[in-house]
């Protein structure tokens, strides 16, 4: 039963994205760098990688196309030569912007058969994430509410906060 509902989110989060030209794996990787970027981060393509749990390799493949597109940056870390600093670019934030609405919008009509039962599920899968790991040391950060939508109807995004505020906890 998860497989076959994680199958049926998928597809309404894939359709949600087509009009956008985005996978779910980008989108995921683009809404989560905006997400750090907007806690003062200018996090590394391994850090990205392990927030989202999308493995190594492919969240360099999938931010090297990113990157061709004009959608993000990345750069060599100050600190590490070997690391990538990541960035969003402007026209990164506008397409996300409209993604994050139309992905909003797919979810909230999958999961509103959930009623109330929303907070439950989402605890119920928290355990399920932590499952070996009885300490629950292993962080799942919650994905901020959207801004609220702009008179012409999109969400405009925030404006990251320069690097040098306290992250992620």
Same mark, same amino acid.
Do not use: C, I
């Given at each position: ?49 392990? !927030?989202? /749990?999308? $493995? ?6 999938? +931010? =090297?196309? &990113?990157?061709?597109? @004009? ?24 397409l996300l912007a409209g993604a994050l609405q139309d992905v909003e919008t797919a ?5 509103? !058969?959930? /009623?109330? $039962? ?6 119920? +899968? =928290?355990? &399920?994430?932590?499952? @070996? ?37």
């Amino acid at each position: 039963m998860l497989w076959r509902a994680t199958l049926a989110w998928q597809r309404a989060v894939r359709a949600a994205l087509v009009p956008h030209g985005l996978t779910h794996v980008q989108f995921v990787l683009l809404a989560s760098l905006w997400w750090l970027m907007s806690e003062g981060e200018r996090p590394s393509q391994r850090q990205l990688a392990q !927030v989202t /749990g999308v $493995d190594a390799m492919m969240a360099s493949q999938v +931010l =090297r196309k &990113l990157e061709s597109s @004009g959608l993000v940056v990345r750069a060599n870390a100050p600190s590490d030569s070997r690391a990538r600093e990541l960035m969003l670019t402007p026209k990164g934030q506008d397409l996300l912007a409209g993604a994050l609405q139309d992905v909003e919008t797919a979810d909230a009509g999958y999961f509103e !058969v959930l /009623g109330s $039962d929303q907070a439950v599920f989402l605890d119920l +899968l =928290r355990r &399920l994430m932590n499952q @070996g790991d009885p300490s629950g040391s292993q962080p799942h950060p919650e994905v901020p509410a959207a801004p609220a939508a702009s008179p012409g109807g999109r969400r405009p995004l925030p404006a990251p906060r320069p690097p040098g505020r306290p992250g992620l906890d």
